[in-house]
């Protein structure tokens, strides 16, 4: 038995020696021997990849010794245990952020060194993990770094697509979609369970069945797929703890369906078998606009019924009453996408564990919390009953019951208000008969939270009003947060080791609160000298690479202007390019003496539009054009650049960030939910020029509007300029980039025409014409800045320096206390 076994392998190893060693010679023998056995290469000639293949599994083994002690721990002390579920994880690399929560990495660099390898070209060697679209999937992903370091009890679930998020290829200033086939060369992170596997069923007929005296309902599904576990080690930061990240593929049925194959047609029954892959192979590129697809529905069917199986299993290891069921376990629903779970997890007690429907209710309504990440009215999930109906028939009776319940409850709360009762039930009677999911996550959870205080106060007023007069109590809000550990310590190893110099310890890895330690050096002439030369270096860095991607030279003593985030018209990159285009038309026309004055600039955009998003994608193309214009114009010189980096993604992100001066966080007032980019560029002592939107809200309040340039329209103000929308002026320099636009001054006039429109003639539902001028004021207030170099690096400092409050560690803690009712659970050392 298991307890034998311990003995012997105690006997055979003692206890010291029970882990693998982490002293250079140990690593370079580690190294070496996966080269030769697991790489299959000879140890005395391999490449680079190859050498990062090896030092990748090296790292691997050290992360499984800590994950499985964490698994064991976790199951000896069977703490409430918390699960996050999200149809998205932008995890980028691994292998830096891995030997940094280990705290091993000087030790691999040495290793490697005396192998003839750098660490750091190794790692450029990893291909980005790229399982989600913008800022919700890299949101998860900084939540389970959190969860780990802060050591809970927690399990992301999620789906292990084939192909990640596309590739974006420039070709003549378009965007072009690649397939991102990631697992091409191999995954060393991840671990795959074979024994691990759940059927997930689909389609087919709910029958009545004779049940005690009663009747009770059976599902006869038409099609069986199988769920393959795939376990993601995530490392926490000085501590012990390696949690999962499991991630379900889709494998064809073990149960054979015999008809198919007595039919004699052997090949094709085969081929058909295989189509269970596709529902685990492609992620949907469309972060906001909900489609109504099959394919999307059985996606998220399939990852929340093999996360349910699992996590019940592990709940009935040690439990036998499911009345215990909300002391146990938390789920947490990441946006509407995983909200099938509700009427699953009542599909589950009342149809197969045989609890009747109240107790299966109560126990429904204590465990769910949801969080949702927008205020755009399309990024609302609606999916079609007729869809819903043939794909999983039961859990559309299970809806339509929960709904009645809730409604005949609303009505005795409410009275006959039947607009009200419409608004809020959670089908949708119209053209298109529908199941409103977010309807569905706000009844079922008990916290519905928002990801920045303004977020929730929208959720409040506007997007679920109705709701929030009925349940107050439900609504509160976790203002997002990234990890220090990536956007800090990976990303930017001198900042972090000057950081820990001045504050005279490492501590704020962990407690990120300590970086307010850097306010009271503000004003040292030391620190400025050699922060400066940490950002100088970083600028270097992003200006190489800049040159290699796009052959543009760019100097370091321009100013660095970026703004990197999926393309859409809210963000507003159309209003960044015309006041480029508008700085490059003063420079045309100043005077050549006057040149001298003004302040160069490099300004970088990147980000992906949706593949069927087409005035994102013009978006696009016209920075292209108007760069091509600019970079070629031998009157502007080094005075003003405009780079397009393409592909943009997480490790683009980690190169660009820390060489940024000033970064533009620009959403019309009112449509950013949160912004977590701007928590990293603050992070990292870039100064911000934004509007008052999402969580800049908050950080203004840490560090003052004094530290950053704002500008445009708030918040409550944008409703009744919209009314005013015809009647608005717009001032003459905003009608002047734009004429040059329709003129074709950048070439593909007819192709931005329509692009032109969105913008004028009483359509400018964003506001950019409005802003327009408070825009090239915060623009003008931030060259002048720039040129006071002193008072710039103090700004920078105290950027990093007010950046506590922005960190996961402290989002995660929130949520634990205050909705999930966790508590740490530390593995001993
Ligand atoms: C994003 C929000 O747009 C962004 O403001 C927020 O910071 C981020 O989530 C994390 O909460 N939303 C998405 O990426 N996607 C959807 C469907 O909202």
């Known amino acids: 038995g298991g307890g034998e076994t311990s003995v012997r392998v105690e006997r055979m190893f003692g206890l010291m020696d029970r882990f693998l060693k982490s002293d250079p010679s140990s690593l370079q023998k580690d190294i070496l021997d ?6 299959a290469r000879s140890r005395f000639s391999f490449d680079d990849f190859e050498a990062y293949q090896a030092l990748a599994h090296s790292v691997r083994d050290r992360l499984i010794e800590r994950w499985h002690d964490t698994q064991i721990h976790f199951k000896k002390k069977d703490p409430k245990r918390i699960y996050f579920l999200s149809l998205e994880f932008l995890m980028g690399r691994s292998l830096s952020n891995s030997v940094i929560n280990l705290g091993i990495r000087d030790q691999y660099a040495d290793a490697l060194k005396e192998l003839g390898f750098e660490f750091e070209v190794l790692a450029e060697q990893e291909g980005d993990a790229a399982l989600g679209n913008g800022g919700l999937a890299r949101l998860s ?7 780990a370091t802060m050591d809970y009890p927690a399990w992301g679930y999620g789906l292990r697509y084939q192909y990640g998020l596309f590739r974006q290829v420039i070709l003549d200033g378009y965007q072009h979609e690649q397939p991102d086939y990631w697992l091409n060369f191999g995954n060393p992170w991840e671990i795959e369970r074979v024994h691990v596997t759940y059927p997930v069923k689909f389609y087919g007929t709910v029958e009545d069945e004779n049940f005690n005296g009663g009747k009770r309902k059976v599902w006869l599904p038409g099609e069986m797929v199988e769920a393959v576990a795939y376990d993601n080690p995530i490392p926490g930061h000085g501590t012990r703890n390696t949690i ?14 015999m008809e198919s194959f007595n039919t004699g047609d052997y090949i094709n029954a085969v081929v058909n078998r295989q189509r269970a892959e596709t529902i685990s192979s492609v992620l949907y590129p469309d972060d906001r606009s909900y489609q109504g697809k099959e394919l999307r529905l059985k996606q998220q069917y399939f990852f929340v019924s093999a996360s349910l199986q699992d996590i019940i299993r592990r709940f009935k290891d040690s439990h036998s009453n499911f009345d215990d069921f909300p002391e146990k376990v938390a789920l947490q629903l990441n946006d509407t996408h995983p909200s099938l779970a509700i009427a699953e997890v009542m599909r589950v007690l009342v149809d197969e564990e045989h609890l009747d429907w109240n107790r299966a209710w109560g126990i429904v309504c204590k465990i769910f919390s949801f969080t949702t990440h927008t205020v755009l009215p399309e990024g609302l999930e609606k999916v079609p009953v007729d869809l819903l109906e043939s794909l999983l028939p039961r859990h559309l009776q299970i809806i339509y019951d929960i709904n009645f ?11 006959l208000d039947y607009d009200r009762l419409s608004r809020m039930s959670i089908v949708e009677d119209g053209a298109v008969k529908s199941i409103r999911m977010a309807n569905l996550a706000i009844v079922c959870s008990h916290t519905v939270n928002g990801v920045s205080r303004v977020h929730s106060e929208l959720l409040k007023t506007r997007v679920f009003k109705d709701f929030y007069e009925l349940w107050p109590h439900k609504f509160d809000y976790k203002t997002n947060g990234v990890t220090q550990r990536r956007w800090i310590v990976v990303s930017n190893p001198s900042l972090s080791a000057l950081i820990s110099k001045w504050l005279g310890t490492e501590a704020w890895i962990r407690d990120v609160d300590l970086l307010a330690g850097l306010q009271e050096q503000a004003a040292n002439v030391d620190l400025h000298e050699e922060w400066r030369m940490v950002r100088k270096v970083n600028k270097m860095r992003l200006a190489e690479y800049i040159e290699a991607m796009s052959g543009i030279k760019v100097s370091v003593n321009a100013m660095f202007d970026v703004q990197i985030k999926r393309i859409h018209e809210y963000k507003r990159q159309l209003l960044n390019i015309l006041g480029i285009i508008h700085r490059y038309d003063c420079i045309k026309n100043m005077e050549k003496s006057d040149r001298t004055k003004v302040v160069p600039r490099v300004c970088i955009i990147g980000g992906k539009a949706a593949p069927g ?11 292209n054009a108007v760069a091509e214009k600019i970079n070629n114009d031998p009157d502007v010189g080094d005075l003003l650049k405009l780079v397009f980096i393409p592909d943009y993604n997480v490790s683009v992100a980690e190169l660009v960030i820390p060489g940024a001066d000033l970064s533009q966080h620009i959403s019309t007032a009112g449509h950013e939910a949160s912004g977590t980019g701007n928590m990293k560029f603050l992070m990292n002592g870039c100064l911000l020029l934004a509007t008052e939107d999402g969580s800049t809200v908050e950080i203004i309040e840490e560090i003052g509007e004094d530290n950053m340039f704002l500008f445009g329209a708030k918040m409550h103000e944008v409703p009744a300029l919209r009314v005013k929308g015809p009647t608005l002026k717009v001032p003459l320099q905003f009608a002047s980039v734009v004429r040059m636009v329709r003129d074709g001054y950048f070439g593909f006039q007819d192709y931005f025409e329509s692009l032109c429109d969105k913008v004028e003639g009483g359509n400018d539902f964003y506001l950019l014409g409005y802003d327009f001028q408070s825009y090239l004021e915060a623009q003008a207030a931030a060259d002048k800045a720039f040129v006071d ?8 400092i105290l950027s990093t320096a007010g950046s506590g409050r922005f960190s ?7 949520y634990a206390e205050k909705t999930w009712g966790i508590e740490p659970c530390k593995c001993p050392f």
Do not use: F, N
């Open 34 to 39: 996966h080269v030769e056995y697991t790489v």
């Open 141 to 147: 992903a900084c939540q389970m770094d959190s969860l």
């Open 244 to 257: 999962t990240l499991r991630l379900w593929a889709a494998k064809p049925s073990d149960q054979i369906d």
């Open 405 to 415: 319940d809730y409604i005949e409850e609303l009505k005795k709360k409410i009275g």
């Open 613 to 623: 998003y087409e005035i994102a994608k013009k978006i696009i193309k016209l920075c």
């Open 789 to 796: 170099q002193e008072k710039w690096t103090r700004m920078s």
């Open 808 to 814: 996961s560690d402290r989002t995660i803690e929130e």
